[in-house]
């Protein structure tokens, strides 16, 4: 069955660097999707990358995807304070599922 | 647009009681769909409906839905047990292949 996992904490300095890594078990996904929740909200999304694609940029957010090893980052540049958040990996095989991963505890500290 | 609207955001009830967590979305979106968010177990998916009239269940026993029109999706806890102590999420979509998931605030439900 479909299966994605995360590691559960990320803690870095302000200024530094994220590298939130997920893996997958489906290799028919079409799409795979990096959410963010904040404390008391649901969740939304920041960005997607579809299957075909390696990388995809969005101003400080860079994904990067290795299909062969079924592998997925989210990497944030110059972290803030106000990135800390809980984010969340999730993979779309059929049409209308998706899965998410356990998300990764993300702390800022100053 | 209010977006996902989810009532009540918290409530505890005891075991064996029954509830519906309400969920309503003003996006005119087709799917719309129930998860439970648990610490270090992620999102795991209860219910999901493509449309109006339509519900597919994902996980056995314990809850109850029904779609009887666009806007509203409430989820029914038949008879609470503390197992079901959880955060539940909705969310929605439109049709449209790879358009994104919309999520309510969530509803903080504990069984006792």
């Known amino acids: 069955g479909e299966d994605v996992e995360q590691s559960l904490f990320l803690s870095v300095r302000e200024g530094d660097s994220s590298v939130i890594n997920c893996t997958y078990t489906?290799?028919?996904?079409?799409?795979l999707y990096w959410y963010k929740q904040e404390p008391g909200a649901g969740l939304q999304l920041l960005t997607y990358?579809?299957?075909?694609?390696d990388m995809k940029q969005d101003q400080r957010l860079t994904v990067l995807l290795n299909k062969k090893d079924k592998h997925l980052s989210l990497r944030i540049a110059d972290t803030q304070t106000g990135d800390s958040a809980i984010y969340f990996c999730?993979?779309?095989?059929?049409?209308?599922?998706?899965?998410f991963g356990t998300g990764t505890r993300l702390l800022v500290s100053p | 647009n209010a977006g996902v609207t989810q009532t009540p955001k918290f409530h505890i009830l005891k075991t064996g009681q029954s509830m519906t967590l309400q969920c309503a979305q003003d996006?005119?979106?087709?799917?719309m769909s129930w998860y439970r968010q648990d610490p270090g177990m992620g999102l795991r998916l209860i219910y999901y409906?493509?449309?109006?009239?339509?519900t597919d269940k994902e996980v056995p026993n314990g809850y109850n839905v029904s779609r009887l029109n666009t806007e509203d999706f409430p989820l029914r806890l038949v008879s609470a047990a503390p197992s079901q102590t959880s955060v539940y999420l909705c969310?929605?979509?439109?049709?449209?292949?790879?358009?994104?998931?919309?999520f309510g605030n969530g509803t903080r439900l504990t069984v006792t």
């Open positions: 489906d290799s028919s996904s079409t799409y």
């Open positions: 969310a929605s979509r439109n049709r449209v292949c790879n358009s994104p998931l919309h």
């Open positions: 996006m005119n979106h087709g799917y």
């Open positions: 999730a993979e779309r095989g059929g049409f209308q599922k998706l899965v």
């Open positions: 409906s493509a449309a109006a009239g339509t």
């Open positions: 990358i579809f299957s075909n694609m």
